[in-house]
């Protein structure tokens, strides 16, 4: 969560149910711009990247621990359009925001710095489509791991089939865990290990077609095209400390964004 070392190491491979893990490749510079900077002041650490599940420029995050469960709706300008308030959620260390099929937004909390949680819990919210909703109520789903509790910052799901990952930070042992099938609220769904993962991920997200994943650490983000493929390594434009990132919705660029007061997002071209 604050820790400003960049790591790297190797890459991952999705398909739309499995994700498999491959040694990267093809490291280098990555052309990239300033697509906009988060101008609300309420947003200190902007810990997450989603883009709206609508025809839209938003892009949608949150703050990390310390703030309530509340999202910020950004403009391409950098204005905030809104803020939601998540009922029925608690905010005890949100990492990371997903768009999901359905018009879903999936928010994190998976952070355990002290790695003593019985169990992660992820949220399920409906994109509110009218940005003068104040609130949403979300569905609560909870999560346990097969090998004890682990920090955790990557959050994706595939915006096909809804299959939720979750990918633990942590140097050496770093793993993807897959969710079931079909998630139960009121109970605790059991997380599968399915891959190792790079060292220290800070997010992750799929395109919007599933195709390609890009999975972030602070200083590099790794692009998939297929299961079983090479990835493709890029470096991230320098930030104070980048933990968020997202795929735009055609599916061209990557969003990276950074923690920080009036904080920067950039914007990637996503490799072909």
Excluded: C
């Excluded at 599940?53 to 703050?63: A, D, E, Q, S, V």
């Excluded at 009218?130 to 609130?135: D, F, G, Q, R, T």
């Excluded at 595939?158 to 770093?174: D, E, M």
């Excluded at 650490?217 to 104070?240: D, F, I, M, N, W």
């Amino acid at each position: 969560m604050r820790n400003l070392a960049a790591r790297t190491a190797v890459a991952t491979a999705t398909g739309a149910l499995a994700l498999t893990l491959v040694p990267a490749t093809g490291a280098g510079a990555a052309e990239y711009s300033l697509d906009r900077r988060i101008a609300d002041s309420q947003v200190k650490e902007s810990s997450g990247l989603s883009r709206s599940t609508y025809k839209r420029p938003l892009l949608w995050t949150h703050n990390d621990s310390g703030d309530g469960p509340r999202l910020f709706a950004i403009s391409r300008k950098g204005k905030t359009r809104a803020v939601v308030n998540i009922q029925g959620a608690s905010a005890n260390d949100w990492e990371d925001i997903s768009s999901g099929p359905g018009n879903t937004l999936w928010i994190g909390d998976i952070g355990d710095n002290g790695r003593r949680r019985s169990h992660i819990t992820v949220y399920r919210i409906k994109e509110p489509k009218n940005l003068k909703v104040k609130s949403v109520k979300a569905t609560r789903f909870d999560l346990d791991y097969p090998d004890g509790a682990h920090d955790a910052e990557g959050l994706m799901v595939n915006p096909r089939t809804g299959r939720l990952f979750v990918i633990s930070k942590a140097s050496g042992n770093a793993a993807v865990y897959r969710a079931p099938e079909v998630l139960r609220s009121g109970t605790i769904n059991k997380l599968t290990r399915v891959a190792s993962a790079p060292d220290i991920v800070t997010a992750a997200a799929f395109s919007r077609d599933a195709r390609k994943i890009v999975i972030g650490t602070y200083g590099s983000a790794y692009v998939y095209s297929k299961l079983g493929g090479k990835a493709r390594k890029l470096s991230k434009p320098k930030t104070a400390q980048g933990e968020s990132l997202t795929v735009s919705r055609s599916g061209r660029s990557i969003f990276v964004g950074s923690e920080g007061r009036q904080s920067p997002i950039y914007r990637m071209p996503m490799p072909r």
